[in-house]
């Protein structure tokens, strides 16, 4: 990506200032950019950074425990639609951000990449998070694959360094676009041993955890789950968020059937995390993306996990994972195998936690995305 010169000089010599832009604010518990920068800021913060997080009205938890106070918030308008939102939210906080000139700035979503010429002629660096490939995703319309692809050209020619989440993720944008990228995926937490769901055994049900839309494999998990609750409890967490055909779907199955339980959103992590920990089987059937965050922290959580098979489940899990083709009969099969096998069950938990202490820790996380942004800011003269 071509470079720019830094002539500026910073507000405070002392701690370079960088903004954050594209996430829903601080601290915000809708998705996976959003976790991401619950746990970067904070740790730029003790890297020696002044952070401000851009974010939107509504969508962060002002009086939230885990808030640190050292990050500065700034939220601005938009336009509160499906395919307006990103887009309009992005233009106000950048053309905020053109006015107060942080010393460098880190970018989620690719939409936001509309907006990076304004950065560049204004002089300001960019880090930018790529995300997944979103133009290839099927809840999208023509008009936002267009706008995901084209946001992601214009991010390719003014990003001054880009972030994958996985090494699949860097490939793609190097071959289909020619430029280099940092390979930083999400990370997890440590869970610690938690108690059972009420009513269920550890290791006695199978479980699966995504947002209802196509890519997730809902619709053939759901088909596979008929045949899996003959003899194993379901447990189902999610929904589309706004109730249509697939949640009508999974209550119909639940409410016909004693041993498949939809619990809907969870918003509680010990919770989340203890279905995970105690999961005989944890489903995880995302076709897109990259490094997913739910699969992550799963994996932190020592599930036994069956992925569908991708380049990128494949990526994270590592050769010694279950992977399975997304037909409903091949998860229903593979899913009972592992729920009729305690040794495998622990195999796999094994596995899960072994690849989570490698590269998918927030401490080696935070660190990567703290190089790539010091990497921005201009090398100060040294005084003889």
């Keep these: 990506m071509p470079g720019r010169p ?23 518990w809708y998705g996976g950019f959003e976790t991401a920068v619950r746990k970067l800021a904070p740790a730029l913060v003790d890297a020696g950074w002044d952070v401000t997080v851009y974010g939107r009205h509504g969508s962060t ?25 990103t887009l309009s939210y992005g233009l106000t906080a950048v053309l905020d951000v053109v ?17 990076l010429p304004l950065l560049r002629l204004r002089g300001i660096p960019v880090l930018l998070n790529a995300d997944g490939i979103e133009w290839e995703r099927a ?37 289909e676009f ?18 059972v769901e009420p009513g269920f055994e550890h290791g006695g049900y199978a479980l699966v955890v995504a947002r209802f839309v196509p890519e997730n494999t809902v619709v053939e998990f759901v088909e596979a789950a008929r045949t899996l609750a003959e003899r194993h409890h379901v447990v189902i967490v999610g929904s589309t968020g706004y109730g249509g055909e697939l949640d009508d779907l999974v209550r119909r199955l639940a409410d016909g059937h004693e041993r498949v339980h939809w619990f809907g959103h969870v918003s509680d992590d010990a919770r989340l995390h203890a279905l995970w920990q105690h999961a005989g089987a944890y ?5 897109v993306g990259g490094t997913n965050p739910a699969l ?3 994996m932190s959580a020592g599930a036994p996990v069956v992925a569908r098979d991708t ?34 069950q622990e195999r796999l938990r094994a596995v899960s936690r072994e690849r989570a202490a490698g590269d998918y820790t927030w401490e080696s996380v935070c660190g990567r995305y703290e190089q790539e942004l010091r990497a921005l800011l201009p090398v100060r003269p040294t005084t003889p």
Excluded: C
């Design 6 to 28: 830094r002539t500026r000089v910073r507000r405070r010599r002392d701690r370079p200032h960088v903004a954050i832009v594209g996430t829903r604010g601080y601290p915000s």
């Design 61 to 85: 938890r002002p009086h939230d425990a885990s808030r640190d106070p050292r990050v500065r918030t700034r939220t601005t308008r938009g336009v509160e639609t499906t395919s307006l939102s």
């Design 99 to 115: 006015l107060r000139r942080p010393d460098a700035v880190l970018v989620m979503n690719v939409a936001n990449g509309f907006w």
């Design 139 to 175: 809840k999208w319309g023509r008009l936002a694959r267009w706008t995901f692809r084209t946001g992601a050209r214009l991010s390719a020619r003014f990003a001054d360094r880009l972030v994958g989440d996985a090494h699949e993720i860097v490939r793609r944008w190097r071959d």
């Design 178 to 195: 020619g430029v280099e990228g940092a390979f930083i995926p999400y990370g997890g937490d440590p869970v610690p041993p938690l108690p």
């Design 283 to 287: 489903f995880h059937g995302h076709s």
């Design 296 to 298: 992550v922290q799963a």
């Design 311 to 344: 380049v990128y489940n494949r990526e994270v899990l590592g050769p010694e994972g279950a992977f399975v083709v997304p037909t409903p009969d091949a998860i229903a099969r593979e899913v009972a195998r592992v729920l009729d096998d305690p040794a495998e």
